[in-house]
């Protein structure tokens, strides 16, 4: 495995001689992850017996709610949905990417895109440093790119851990795994 993750594992992979990242669910991981929320709840149901208050309850929400993400997490379909959607808002902005979809090889349980090379965000110093990239102008297309994503398409990636967000050579800023997204109305 190229990368693991709690849910899933991202693999290298050639589909006529096309470079791609195939990831893939873990084993069993949608049974764990019920008895998790069941354990979960079980648990938070006890603490609000014995101590009832809105803290409890909003903690309750919280464990719900990830009930909801995780099981949309852990359909593939719905990230290439996601992925779909970015690229449909950010098309025409050059600065920023995501990986394409392979549809044909999409399934519940597997995601085939584009193998993407780059630097992780979080590797990036050399790069700085040689004058390759301009740290403020990278720090302001990012901020830029989120502001965008939360305040005017309503749509946001909520994974952005430095393994999720790449910078391919020529600057363009990748982002990865979009398992994880909040949208907002208006």
């Not at 700085?128 to 301009?134: E, I, N, Q, T, V």
């Not at 309503?154 to 999720?164: K, L, R, S, V």
Request: hydrophobic share 45%.
């Amino acid at each position: 495995a190229f990368a693991t993750a709690s849910l899933g594992q991202v693999h290298k992979a050639v589909v006529n001689g096309r470079p791609v990242a195939v990831k893939v669910l873990r084993p069993h991981v949608e049974e764990l992850v019920a008895i998790d929320l069941e354990i979960s709840f079980r648990v938070l149901y006890l603490v609000n017996v014995f101590f009832p208050n809105h803290h409890v309850r909003a903690l309750t929400n919280v464990v719900r709610e990830f009930g909801v993400r995780v099981r949309e997490e852990m359909d593939f379909r719905k990230e290439a949905e996601h992925i779909a959607l970015f690229q449909k808002h950010f098309e025409k902005d050059r600065r920023v990417c995501a990986p394409t979809v392979l549809p044909e090889f999409t399934r519940p349980r597997v995601l085939v895109t584009d193998w993407i090379k780059g630097d992780k965000v979080d590797k990036l110093q050399d790069r700085f440093a040689s004058g390759d990239l301009d740290f403020t102008r990278m720090m302001k297309t990012l901020t830029e790119i989120y502001l965008r994503m939360l305040l005017i398409e309503g749509f946001m990636h909520a994974d952005p851990h430095p393994g999720n967000i790449l910078v391919q050579e020529d600057g363009t800023i990748v982002f990865l795994d979009w398992g994880m997204v909040v949208q907002l109305n208006r």
